[in-house]
């Protein structure tokens, strides 16, 4: 069992659409000196020391929504922040969040045990929604996106893809999705009224 864990947890960074090597938070420095020159407060890390709050200040989901949209089109570039270059799928996250000076974690694995989850036909904009990485047998997260929309059961999202869209991009939670489906997570307080 003790040689399994370590192979575990490569495998699972592995999957992640991050590379493992990258800090945590991302935007001009660690997570404690973005908190403190914005005036915010950092992500508190939970027993496992995993991040589990993310504070979104006065920010409001349609605001993190319309950011998100105008980055349409910018291509995907595996472990990259910069949309000059363009962004994987944490990267994409993380940047959007970083716009408003929200610290996220840098990976899609590291959403994991963020947050509260939520069941995806109550998502609400805004919430995150967390699939496997391509190999949907591996039940570890390795893709996210941002809920755009939640219509009559129809779900979309908008995430930076390597897929056919090659970028940022949204879509709809068709079946391709939904076999990779892992959790809806909820990061906006607002979106529980």
């Given at each position: 069992m003790r040689?399994?864990?370590?192979?575990?947890?490569v495998?699972?960074?592995?999957?992640?659409?991050?590379?493992p090597d990258?800090p945590t938070?991302?935007i001009?420095?660690?997570?404690?000196?973005?908190?403190?020159?914005?005036?915010?407060?950092?992500?508190?890390p939970?027993?496992?020391?995993h991040?589990s709050?993310?504070?979104?200040?006065?920010?409001?989901?349609?605001?993190l929504i319309?950011y998100?949209?105008t980055?349409?089109?910018?291509p995907?570039k595996?472990?990259s922040?910069?949309?000059?270059?363009?962004?994987?799928?944490?990267?994409f996250?993380t940047?959007?969040?970083?716009?408003?000076?929200?610290?996220?974690?840098?990976?899609s694995m590291?959403?994991?045990?963020?947050?509260r989850e939520v069941?995806?036909?109550?998502?609400?904009?805004?919430?995150?929604?967390?699939?496997?990485?391509?190999?949907s047998?591996?039940?570890?997260?390795?893709?996210?996106?941002?809920?755009t929309s939640?219509?009559g059961?129809?779900?979309?999202?908008?995430?930076?893809?390597?897929?056919?869209a090659?970028?940022v991009?949204?879509?709809?939670?068709?079946?391709y999705?939904r076999?990779?489906?892992?959790k809806?997570i909820r990061?906006?307080?607002?979106n529980?009224?």
């Amino acid at each position: 069992m003790r040689l399994l864990a370590p192979c575990f947890i490569v495998l699972a960074t592995m999957l992640s659409c991050s590379p493992p090597d990258k800090p945590t938070y991302v935007i001009t420095g660690t997570a404690d000196t973005i908190a403190k020159t914005n005036n915010i407060p950092p992500p508190a890390p939970d027993v496992t020391g995993h991040v589990s709050t993310i504070v979104t200040g006065a920010t409001t989901p349609q605001q993190l929504i319309a950011y998100a949209t105008t980055l349409t089109g910018t291509p995907y570039k595996y472990g990259s922040t910069d949309p000059q270059a363009g962004f994987d799928c944490s990267g994409f996250i993380t940047y959007v969040f970083n716009h408003f000076k929200i610290a996220v974690p840098r990976t899609s694995m590291d959403f994991t045990y963020v947050q509260r989850e939520v069941n995806v036909n109550d998502s609400k904009p805004g919430d995150l929604v967390l699939f496997t990485g391509t190999d949907s047998t591996i039940r570890v997260v390795g893709h996210m996106g941002i809920i755009t929309s939640n219509a009559g059961g129809q779900v979309k999202f908008i995430h930076s893809t390597s897929g056919r869209a090659n970028g940022v991009t949204e879509t709809a939670l068709e079946p391709y999705y939904r076999g990779r489906y892992v959790k809806t997570i909820r990061i906006f307080p607002g979106n529980d009224n």
